[in-house]
């Protein structure tokens, strides 16, 4: 078993940015592929990044491409997610996944899932 708790969320302007957190415990934590995903209201949940157990690959949606970047601290058992020129259109639930041996961006490979942390941007 895994938990996850991500942290970080908040309301920021059009713009600017945030950091999200996520603790993992349980499991060791190096064992994992982690991911972020996010949902929308009335959307469905989509992929954001990926990143290895190492930490030396990352994946990216193309829409946070150049803006967002996954890393991971295997000694802290946390993985983050920065997030900078944020959008309105980045308004969202966001998730930290834990799971795959090798990072997807498919939401049915990853087995542990946290509560979720708000992310609103205003325009």
């Known amino acids: 078993q895994v938990q996850l708790v991500e942290s970080g969320g908040g309301l920021v302007q059009a713009g600017g940015s945030l950091r999200l957190s996520c603790a993992a415990s349980?499991?060791?934590?190096?064992?994992?592929?982690m991911g972020w995903f996010r949902q929308a209201p009335g959307k469905e949940r989509e992929f954001v990044a990926a990143?290895?157990?190492?930490?030396?690959?990352?994946y990216y949606a193309d829409s946070v491409k150049g803006r967002f970047t996954i890393s991971r601290d295997n000694a802290k058992n946390t993985v983050y997610l920065q997030m900078n020129s944020l959008k309105s259109e980045d308004t969202a639930v966001y998730y930290c996944?834990?799971?795959?041996?090798?990072?997807?961006?498919?939401?049915?490979?990853?087995?542990?899932w946290g509560q979720g942390t708000q992310v609103t941007v205003s325009s």
């Open positions: 996944a834990a799971g795959p041996l090798a990072p997807s961006r498919l939401g049915s490979r990853y087995d542990y």
């Open positions: 990143i290895s157990r190492s930490g030396g690959s990352t």
């Open positions: 349980g499991r060791t934590f190096s064992n994992n592929g």
